[in-house]
């Protein structure tokens, strides 16, 4: 199956896997956000239009499905500036809540089996995005996640495609067959970090094996959309109807967690710290999808219960209009157990202007300067961030608006989506010159 994989694995005298090759990497940065390194991309503005192809490529994105989360939202982003620019933008993947996003207009979205990790699917799938590739004339393919991502790799090898990787996740390896089903997002032929986090992750793990070219290892941060997440651009219309809409009191305090139900997201830790508060008159709000997850979503909402919260913690699905929930939040928090690759709703907050609390781990770290533009806690630690949302929630708004001035301007530096945007389609440009 390796074999197929188009890696190689070469064996020491004593008997030891010294190799398997792939390929991968290069080094960046942007502005003081990564500022000891060399970026080649740096002349790139915030500012800078996605540019235009010289001809008019055929990109393929391949991803697992079409779900609501900070992957799926990046590929259709990156599909449209790929449009804008003058290419030709194809997604491969299962359907998902997002398969009939407005987004996808012009975008060509081949719906095949890809949310697999069953080696024999992958190696089915392998044959159908080779099938793919060579009908529709695809130039690049770039993929975002492990098992579709070796599907991908052996599909464009054959195809004679270039292969491009985004690195979203430090992903776990406690075995050598973990350490290998990881390694193939390291095998592009540019591998994108999505944050200095990542970037240093990669260099971690990969560093010392002989197939690992760190000359093709390009950083790019995930960006949003400035002109979206701004508190200007809400009305209190907007605002005052989402608190009618969540039955929530008029002059009530307001925690917000958005994103999808999951034990690695830290929901149950911040009920938990929620019900340590001291501060009166204040709600919790989960905001995400719980679909899959449904028995999660259930086991949360008990938790609350059996801490006497009831009333006070209330779940809602995803909502696609996001911006309005920020402005309604007195605070955002982030409990994440696991170490977030990027952490966008970060981002997001901070160009709210929105008080923000997350655990410290992760790309989180590289997001949030103590007291200036967020705070920290320990991971899974209800007490330390009981004690911190009970101070922001006590802060003189005076002491908040600067602080949200701050986080403004520290989202509109480093996290433009028009940046993160341009970026990619350079490094499209770039493999296509090679």
């Not at 990669?202 to 979206?228: E, M």
């Not at 970060?346 to 300067?369: F, R, S, W, Y």
């Amino acid at each position: 199956w390796l074999m197929h994989l188009n890696s190689r694995l070469l064996f020491c005298k004593d008997g030891f896997i010294v190799l398997f090759k792939t390929i991968i990497s290069y080094t960046l940065k942007v502005s003081t956000y990564f500022k000891k390194e060399n970026d080649p991309l740096a002349s790139l503005s915030t500012h800078f239009p996605y540019g235009s192809f010289n001809k008019h490529p055929t990109i393929l994105q391949v991803i697992p499905a079409l779900k609501s989360g900070g992957v799926e939202i990046e590929t259709l982003e990156v599909a449209s500036a790929i449009l804008a620019a003058g290419g030709r933008p194809i997604i491969a993947c299962a359907q998902g809540e997002l398969s009939k996003d407005p987004r996808t207009k012009g975008v060509l979205l081949k719906i095949l089996p890809l949310n697999t990790k069953n080696p024999l699917q992958i190696w089915r799938n392998a044959k159908l995005l080779k099938e793919l590739i060579r009908n529709e004339k695809v130039d690049i393919v770039h993929a975002r996640s492990r098992g579709p991502a070796w599907s991908a790799f052996k599909a464009a090898k054959e195809a004679n495609s270039p292969f491009i990787t985004t690195y979203h996740a430090a992903y776990k390896s406690r075995s050598f067959f973990k350490t290998l089903y990881n390694s193939v997002m390291a095998a592009g032929d540019r591998v994108i970090a999505i944050s200095p986090f990542i970037k240093r992750h990669i260099k971690a793990k990969y560093n010392r094996s002989r197939w690992f070219d760190s000359s093709k290892l390009r950083l790019i941060p995930r960006g949003i959309d400035l002109a979206y997440f701004n508190p200007k651009s809400i009305s209190v219309e907007q605002v005052t109807h989402l608190r009618e809409e969540w039955a929530l009191p008029p002059k009530a305090r307001v925690i917000l967690l958005p994103g999808r139900l999951s034990k690695s997201k830290g929901q149950d830790t911040l009920i938990k710290a929620f019900s340590l508060m001291k501060s009166p008159n204040t709600f919790l709000i989960l905001l995400g999808s719980a679909q899959g997850h449904e028995t999660y979503r259930d086991t949360l909402l008990n938790l609350a219960t059996s801490l006497n919260l009831k009333d006070r913690v209330k779940w809602f699905p995803a909502i696609s209009d996001l911006a309005p929930a920020y402005q309604l939040a007195d605070v955002i928090v982030c409990p994440s157990h696991v170490p977030e690759g990027f952490g966008r709703l970060i981002v997001e907050a901070q160009a709210m202007e929105k008080p923000i609390i997350a655990t410290n781990h992760g790309g989180v770290c590289d997001l949030i300067e103590e007291g200036k533009t967020g705070w920290l806690v320990p991971p899974q630690d209800e007490k330390s961030l009981a004690k911190v949302l009970d101070q922001v929630l006590t802060l003189p708004k005076k002491e908040l608006v600067a602080m949200g001035k701050q986080e403004r301007a520290w989202a509109e530096t480093h996290f433009s989506k028009i940046a993160m945007l341009s970026k990619t389609i350079a490094v499209y440009k770039e493999v296509i010159s090679d």
